[in-house]
């Protein structure tokens, strides 16, 4: 199980309407360790010299060419892609993350998460987050992405190629993987995150506002029986706030009940957060 930690009228919404938000990287708080991320990712490439025997010599070539012409600033050179960011937690009690997204979290099945993202293609994923603690580990794990990852996507799109220039699928898969570091001072979130890349005037793309800036987000459809968890954070009168949960919860079971479809009919649980509430 992970948990998305939000308000409470976002619960609402996410349960009434089986839809997620995710946000657009480049508005995101963190995106200085995303940057830190592709350099990593980008270096490691780089000196990477273990590619597989059927890996053609013109494909590896283009590889490294193609890294160093985007550099450490490549949006500078080619159009940033659209990636957009959901974040979860393995943690299903956080103080923290109480007290800086909403006293409500919503706990999702990870498997049923997970094969629904994946079904979509190779730039929708599922990816846990690798917290940057040091120089070595942190290679360590930008090697382990490129072996499982990268190499097997970049070949993929090589072959598929007329022209052969792997310049654009590089940076793509680069930024989506770079979305996966964070710094070492949130290791406590236990983080794990859905990424959908897009191009940039796809019609699906919506916009909010915060502030005085429009916000990209994309609204993802999750499957009913995915959600199925509803935790209340540390508020001051758990008694009404559960009862009244657990009446929208059982006003969503109904609802799922009664579409006919087994798969639907997974229960919803309504708990309270074992925190104790503090009145400052």
């Given at each position: 199980?992970?948990?998305?930690?939000?308000?409470?009228?976002?619960?609402?919404?996410?349960?009434?309407?089986?839809?997620?938000?995710?946000?657009?990287?480049?508005?995101?708080?963190?995106?200085?360790?995303?940057?830190?991320?592709?350099?990593?990712?980008?270096?490691?490439?780089?000196?990477?010299?273990?590619?597989?025997?059927?890996?053609?010599?013109?494909?590896?070539?283009?590889?490294?060419?193609?890294?160093?012409?985007?550099?450490?600033?490549?949006?500078?050179?080619?159009?940033?892609?659209?990636?957009?960011?959901?974040?979860?937690?393995?943690?299903?009690?956080?103080?923290?993350?109480?007290?800086?997204?909403g006293m409500h979290a919503i706990g999702i099945d990870e498997n049923t998460l997970k094969t629904e993202i994946e079904r979509h293609g190779d730039t929708n994923i599922?990816?846990?987050?690798?917290?940057?603690?040091?120089?070595?580990?942190?290679?360590?794990?930008?090697?382990?992405?490129?072996?499982?990852?990268?190499?097997?996507?970049?070949?993929?799109?090589?072959?598929?190629?007329?022209d052969k220039n792997i310049l654009g699928h590089l940076y793509l898969y680069l930024i989506i993987y770079s979305m996966?570091?964070?710094?070492?001072?949130?290791?406590?979130?236990?983080?794990?995150?859905?990424?959908?890349?897009?191009?940039?005037?796809?019609?699906?793309?919506?916009?909010?506002?915060?502030?005085?800036?429009?916000?990209?987000?994309?609204?993802?459809?999750?499957?009913?029986?995915?959600?199925?968890?509803?935790?209340?954070?540390?508020?001051?009168?758990?008694?009404?706030?559960?009862?009244?949960?657990?009446?929208?919860?059982?006003?969503?079971?109904?609802?799922?009940?009664?579409?006919?479809?087994?798969?639907?009919?997974?229960?919803?649980?309504?708990?309270?957060?074992?925190?104790?509430?503090?009145?400052?």
């Amino acid at each position: 199980m992970i948990y998305h930690y939000t308000d409470l009228n976002a619960v609402k919404l996410i349960f009434e309407k089986n839809k997620l938000w995710l946000t657009d990287h480049r508005f995101l708080n963190d995106t200085e360790e995303s940057k830190c991320g592709y350099k990593i990712i980008k270096d490691t490439l780089l000196e990477f010299s273990d590619f597989p025997l059927n890996y053609p010599q013109d494909l590896i070539s283009d590889i490294k060419n193609s890294l160093i012409f985007l550099g450490d600033n490549p949006e500078l050179i080619i159009e940033p892609p659209s990636i957009f960011v959901a974040s979860f937690s393995k943690d299903k009690d956080s103080l923290s993350q109480w007290r800086s997204y909403g006293m409500h979290a919503i706990g999702i099945d990870e498997n049923t998460l997970k094969t629904e993202i994946e079904r979509h293609g190779d730039t929708n994923i599922f990816l846990k987050c690798h917290y940057i603690t040091n120089n070595k580990e942190s290679v360590n794990y930008a090697i382990s992405i490129i072996k499982s990852f990268l190499l097997p996507l970049l070949l993929s799109a090589w072959v598929k190629l007329d022209d052969k220039n792997i310049l654009g699928h590089l940076y793509l898969y680069l930024i989506i993987y770079s979305m996966g570091f964070k710094h070492a001072g949130f290791r406590d979130e236990s983080e794990v995150r859905i990424i959908i890349a897009s191009i940039w005037n796809d019609e699906r793309i919506k916009f909010r506002t915060r502030g005085d800036y429009l916000i990209p987000y994309w609204e993802l459809d999750i499957p009913q029986q995915a959600l199925r968890e509803i935790v209340i954070g540390p508020v001051e009168d758990r008694y009404l706030a559960e009862t009244s949960l657990q009446m929208f919860a059982n006003s969503i079971v109904m609802g799922r009940l009664k579409s006919g479809n087994d798969k639907n009919r997974a229960a919803l649980e309504v708990r309270c957060s074992e925190i104790p509430f503090r009145s400052i």
